[in-house]
């Protein structure tokens, strides 16, 4: 009898640290978030000296040009670098699914640009952007072209491209990975029924791969709006407000304009973005599961 | 049999791969290059290979730990070495605890069905989402004035009297306050990689050894962390990543004695005028465990990485 109610205690024992450690490191602080973004707050004093606001915080943020002007950046950041990844990454997985020599070294290779710390990796692109001593313009001058201006004028681009640098790799792999797993069956009727290669692609690598790629995409657009370091080295938010995402702006209006409250509601707004990204990808596999329980019952019945 | 023996391809297709090659190394060479050479010589820039390596760089980065005294030093700003052990222990006992502590929660969601099951397994997915960002405002704040010890107190007290200091004994500046966070921040992800790993751990050897008289604990020791330690390798690698590369929570936490080295290059290159060289041969330091991991670890990796995607 006691060994029984042992026995059930057991899960909670196996989860107990992770849970102390998420619920104080993590669920606490969320709600401390929270709670400090309704109150007019500064580094000096605690929390509970601080006078509540009520909303203004958040009103304050919802009529601050500069505050929009970051979640424009922030979502065109986001946006294109997803979108170019998606494609590039994709694109050359379905070109080099095949018998190469060189392809796992290729792979352990591709990997590097992300593991190497961000602070690297910007501190390596503002290198090579830099307008006189960077490669990209020496390279340029030595063709007899004019000089670009990159982390100046073309700033948000010149952020992107180190990105696209850097996260290509991830999705190559994962699409890489997703095509190898593909049942052979298929692929192989296809090809007796006189499918081109295009035609396989069109009809049924990328509907098979789907799934896949889908989550992939969620995974990367989440990432991307987590990328702070690799832009606050290149550029620092700037020229002007032209590269400041959101995360970047987080952390100025916390450590330079030393608002604490109002950097608690901008937390908060980005943080909302995120869940609804978050739900749709929930609901997303949800549903994925729901149809092939549904196909698996039809075709038991069928058999 | 065409499988095993590789049709001949396009040689096209050589020249795709090795360009990728190229792009994707191309940068850490320019920076591995770089770290060799003299401000003089970057900035002159004679281009390409022709130059005279030097460790120069080097030794300026790492002159507070170096046994010799330096001739084209005369003061030694830069205090990497001191950085670079803040850096390996935050991160080697960041890594080592949410290890453990992953792996215990993730065996209990797969193997055992009890209350709050699916709440358990539904938050650590949600706060996967949740950006370093989000956290700099609150954890600030509680690690300064919130998770304290009163100096008055019997363990405050204690400690302030061995290692000196003013005020109440607070979580920030100290490396146990960076090292929680960073744990908390990847229990979530170790826990979702190591759940597919365990999945696969077939029930039938877990119950022969309790059929010897194993109790869960033995259990879980003996038979299952060995059977997933590819799991626990790819996950290791990733802590580790995360805690070494991680800049802004530390520089939010840590004060003179507990930087670490992300902290300082990003210091170093704000400054007005950037010694190229020195701050190259930083970050190449800073990049080789990195490395090291990637080439002798490459296979794990990437079965970390599709773990979570392809299989679900």
Redesign the interface.
């Known amino acids: 009898m006691s060994n029984t109610s042992i026995?059930?205690l057991?899960?909670?024992v196996?989860?107990a640290?992770?849970?102390v450690?998420?619920a104080?490191?993590?669920?606490?602080?969320?709600g401390?978030?929270v709670y400090?973004s309704f109150r007019d707050?500064d580094?000096s004093q605690?929390?509970g000296e601080s006078s509540f606001v009520g909303l203004k915080n958040y009103v304050t943020l919802w009529n601050d040009p500069n505050f929009r002007e970051s979640v424009v950046v922030t979502l065109k950041f986001a946006l294109s670098v997803v979108t170019i990844e998606m494609i590039i990454g994709v694109g050359?997985a379905l070109?080099?699914d095949?018998?190469?020599?060189?392809?796992?070294?290729?792979?352990?290779?591709?990997?590097?640009?992300m593991?190497?710390?961000?602070?690297?990796?910007?501190?390596?692109?503002?290198?090579?952007y830099h307008p006189?001593?960077g490669?990209f313009n020496?390279t340029l001058k030595s063709i007899g072209l004019e000089p670009v201006d990159w982390l100046g004028q073309n700033a948000l681009t010149s952020v992107i491209i180190a990105d696209i640098?850097q996260w290509t790799?991830?999705i190559f792999?994962?699409a890489l990975?997703?095509l190898q797993?593909l049942p052979r069956s298929a692929l192989e009727a296809a090809r007796i029924d006189g499918a081109t290669g295009w035609q396989q692609i069109v009809h049924i690598k990328l509907p098979l791969m789907m799934p896949?790629l889908i989550?992939?995409c969620l995974?990367r657009l989440?990432d991307a709006?987590?990328v702070?370091?690799v832009i606050?080295?290149m550029t620092?938010g700037g020229p002007g407000l032209s590269t400041e995402i959101?995360?970047?702006r987080?952390?100025r209006t916390?450590?330079e304009f030393r608002e604490?409250g109002v950097?608690?509601a901008m937390?908060n707004y980005?943080?909302i973005m995120?869940?609804l990204?978050?739900i749709c990808m929930?609901a997303y596999?949800r549903w994925m599961e729901y149809r092939t329980e549904r196909a698996m019952r039809v075709a038991a019945e069928a058999g | 049999m065409s499988n095993t023996i590789a049709k001949r391809q396009h040689p096209g297709f050589y020249a795709i791969v090795v360009m990728l090659i190229i792009m994707a190394v191309g940068p850490i060479a320019i920076m591995l290059i770089n770290s060799f050479k003299l401000d003089v010589d970057i900035i002159s820039g004679t281009g390409g290979l022709i130059f005279m390596p030097t460790i120069q760089n080097y030794e300026t980065a790492l002159c507070d730990i170096l046994p010799y005294e330096l001739d084209h030093l005369d003061f030694c700003a830069l205090k990497f070495g001191g950085a670079f052990i803040n850096s390996l222990i935050i991160a080697i006992v960041s890594t080592a605890l949410t290890l453990i502590i992953g792996c215990m929660a993730a065996y209990a969601l797969v193997r055992f069905k009890f209350m709050g099951r699916d709440t358990a397994s539904a938050t650590t997915l949600m706060v996967r989402m949740v950006p370093p960002a989000v956290l700099l405002v609150p954890v600030f704040g509680l690690w300064n004035n919130e998770f304290c010890l009163d100096k008055s107190g019997l363990v405050g007290g204690w400690i302030r009297e061995t290692f000196g200091g003013r005020g109440d004994v607070c979580l920030a500046g100290t490396h146990s306050g960076i090292i929680l966070i960073y744990v908390a921040m990847n229990l979530p992800f170790v826990i979702w990689i190591l759940q597919s790993f365990i999945v696969q751990v077939p029930r039938q050897l877990e119950e022969a050894a309790r059929m010897d008289g194993a109790g869960p604990f033995q259990v879980f020791f003996k038979v299952v962390l060995p059977l997933i330690k590819p799991g626990l390798a790819a996950a290791a690698i990733f802590t580790f990543r995360i805690a070494w590369n991680e800049y802004l929570l530390a520089s939010a936490l840590s004060d003179r004695d507990t930087k670490t080295v992300p902290i300082l290059i990003v210091n170093n290159m704000s400054e007005f005028n950037v010694e190229w060289g020195v701050i190259m041969a930083t970050g190449m330091l800073l990049a080789i465990p990195p490395i090291i991991f990637t080439l002798f670890a490459s296979r794990q990796i990437i079965t970390g990485m599709t773990a979570g995607a392809v299989k679900g």
Do not use: D, Q
């Open positions: 026995n059930r057991y899960p909670y196996f989860m640290p992770a849970l450690i998420m104080l490191a993590l669920l606490y602080p969320l401390y978030m400090g707050w580094p605690a929390l050359l070109l080099l095949r018998n190469l020599r060189g392809m796992s070294l290729l792979r352990t290779l591709f990997i590097l640009p593991m190497i710390a961000p602070v690297v990796v910007g501190l390596v692109w503002r290198y090579m006189t001593v490669m020496k640098w790799p991830f792999i994962l990975a997703a797993s896949v989550v992939t995974l989440i709006f987590k702070l370091e606050l080295v620092e959101l995360a970047l987080i952390s916390a450590t604490l950097a608690a937390s980005l943080l995120l869940l990204l978050t929930l596999n």
